[in-house]
């Protein structure tokens, strides 16, 4: 199929204003779920590890320690069940994937780099 067909339909359908946050962030992600005929608001905070695809097709991974258990979700960027993405913390990752945060356990799980305020 051709390339800027594709971009042409898909472009009312990418989200203008998302949020701008990187891989090493601490993010919430405010959720839409529905259950039965009501829904709500549902958070998932955590540390996105990782970032792929572009245009309509763009993913995020944010990843969390619940109960001593990682655990990790696959977010599409440009989903109308996202309301809105809130960074709690930014960082400085030293990789653009950060998946050796799954071999670590507790308190150091979270820990990446964090970014400085300069200081006059």
Not at 62 to 74: A, D, F, H, L, M
């Amino acid at each position: 199929m051709n390339q800027e067909l594709l971009k042409e339909i898909t472009k009312e359908q990418i989200k203008e204003n998302v949020t701008s946050f990187k891989v090493g962030d601490g993010v919430r992600v405010h959720t839409k779920v529905r259950e039965g005929d009501k829904e709500r608001i549902q958070v998932f905070a955590g540390i996105v590890i990782a970032r792929k695809g572009s245009g309509i097709h763009e993913t995020f991974t944010v990843r969390r320690i619940s109960y001593g258990e990682g655990v990790e979700r696959v977010f599409p960027l440009n989903s109308p069940n996202i309301e809105k993405i809130e960074v709690e913390r930014e960082s400085v990752p030293m990789k653009a994937r950060l998946y050796y945060l799954r071999d670590r356990v507790g308190k150091e799980a979270t820990k990446v780099k964090e970014k400085r305020l300069q200081q006059a």
